[in-house]
């Protein structure tokens, strides 16, 4: 299985960004999606998960911000950051595994991870 981030970069702050996670080697259609994010010297944060068929999940951090989706057919999950901030600033991570959990927001549910996507919300 293989997950591959992009779609980080530099953007002001009140700017969009849209991250995309390029799933292979895993049955997509029923494996949720995850998003995580870090910064130096801290746990890695929830950020949103979804799956086929589910309501999304989000942190209070980005609700109403960011937006979790997926295309079944491309393999491949997205999210749309909006009105970023500066402290939200963090190397995003998307993550997967093979089924639904309740512990969807706790990044020992997942056994598949990308290599991350650095995103810098600054002026």
């Known amino acids: 299985v293989q997950l591959q981030a992009s779609g980080g970069g530099w953007v002001q702050p009140g700017g969009s960004l849209r991250l995309s996670c390029a799933a292979s080697?895993?049955?997509?259609?029923?494996?949720?999606m995850a998003w995580f994010r870090q910064t130096p010297g801290k746990e890695r944060e929830f950020i949103a998960a979804?799956?086929?068929?589910?309501?999304?999940r989000y942190a209070d951090s980005v609700k109403g911000r960011f937006i979790i989706s997926r295309d079944n057919d491309k393999n491949t999950a997205f999210l749309q950051m909006n009105s970023l901030k500066p402290e939200d600033t963090a190397i995003y991570y998307c993550?997967?595994?093979?089924?639904?959990?309740?512990?969807?927001?706790?990044?020992?549910?997942?056994?598949?991870w990308g290599q991350g996507t650095l995103v810098t919300v600054s002026s």
């Open positions: 993550a997967s595994r093979r089924w639904w959990i309740t512990t969807y927001d706790k990044d020992v549910a997942y056994d598949y």
């Open positions: 080697g895993l049955s997509f259609g029923p494996s949720p």
């Open positions: 979804g799956g086929t068929g589910r309501a999304p």
